[in-house]
């Protein structure tokens, strides 16, 4: 009997070796990455079907990261907007005790109102124009203008000042108490943007920032933030809201002249008008550093809705270490 010996080549030979010894290396270095590290070295492949639900871990980690990092920034945004409303306020408070000091008659301290009411609208203008990494904070969606004008100065958009236009509404100044109160309801006009004349409206000569209202009059948008999925946060406080409004006209009315010199007539009925605007501010501030202006809808509804947001992103990092 024949047997057949078949050949097998050493080129043949040391190829299947080599392999053999590839496959053995790259198993013996995720081996020891496993130990390493505590870790699979492929956790997909090891998990098989179940790979899906740990990328949705990962997606909602990654997400979790994010918000964390913004809700930081925002937080900062937010405390900044704040101080800015609530050292507004101050300014405001104490014009407003002299001004209601002398609000029937002109008593101690009506001679220096002028200058207490520039220096308030001064420090007013200041405040709102404040910005924060380069964007404005009360200029609404418009972030890259600033705010307010500042009383003497010129508005780019209209080639007025705001004194200029108080200063011309003003013009004599009233010598009865109708004339006071015609004059504060041109103001009126003006500091609601319905006059007549443009370029004496509040918004464009005063402002600059994302109007109140467009063209068709509708509400206009407020500066918005995602906080968590499916949590939005208005949170946009903007230079030509009422309460800012009525400080700066209030000021403004008190900016305007020397009341102390003013028909006495006219007097009360233009301190009441001047006064009453501070007045409606310090009620309107208190809104503002309220809670409910910086909190989402849903949140207000649940305080724990949040939280429980942030438990479960907590379990699902815990559930992406143990693999």
């Known amino acids: 009997m024949v047997l057949g010996i078949s ?33 699979k070295a492929d956790i997909y492949a090891d998990l098989g079907p179940r790979a899906a639900s740990v990328m949705k871990l990962h997606g909602r980690e990654a997400n979790t990261q994010t918000f964390m990092t913004s809700n930081e920034v925002l937080a900062s945004k937010l405390d900044a907007m704040l101080a800015s409303v609530d050292a507004a306020r101050t300014q405001v408070q104490s014009v407003l005790e002299s001004a209601l000091v002398n609000a029937t008659r002109n008593g101690n301290g009506a001679e220096v109102l002028q200058m207490q009411a520039r220096a308030a ?39 007025r000042s705001p004194q200029s236009v108080v200063e011309e509404i003003f013009g004599t100044g009233p010598t009865d108490p109708a004339s006071a109160q015609a004059i504060a309801d041109q103001l009126e006009t003006v500091f609601n943007s319905q006059d007549a ?15 109140e209202r467009d063209a068709s009059g509708a509400e206009t948008k407020q500066i918005s933030a995602w906080v968590n999925t499916g949590q939005e946060v208005v949170y946009g406080v903007r230079a030509n809201d009422q309460s800012f409004r009525d400080a700066y006209k209030g000021l403004a009315m008190l900016a305007v002249t020397d009341v102390s010199q003013m028909d006495e007539a006219a007097y009360s009925t233009w301190m009441s008008e001047g006064g009453r605007q501070p007045v409606g501010v310090a009620r309107g501030y208190v809104g503002y550093l309220g809670a409910d202006r910086v909190q989402p809808a849903d949140r207000r509804e649940d305080p724990n809705a949040a939280d429980r947001s942030i438990a479960g992103a907590a379990d699902a990092n815990l559930e992406l270490r143990k693999c």
């Open 121 to 159: 609208l001064e420090s007013l203008v200041s405040t709102m124009n404040t910005s924060y990494n380069g964007e404005n904070l009360f200029s609404g969606l418009e972030s890259n203008k600033t705010s307010l004008t500042r009383w003497p100065e010129t508005s780019a958009d209209t080639g």
């Open 7 to 39: 050949s097998f080549s050493s080129f043949q030979f040391n190829l299947f070796n080599r392999q053999n010894v590839q496959r053995t290396t790259l198993e013996l270095q995720r081996v020891s990455e496993e130990v390493s590290t505590g870790k």
């Open 197 to 211: 004349d443009a370029s004496r409206n509040f918004q464009g000569t005063f402002y600059q920032g994302s109007p």
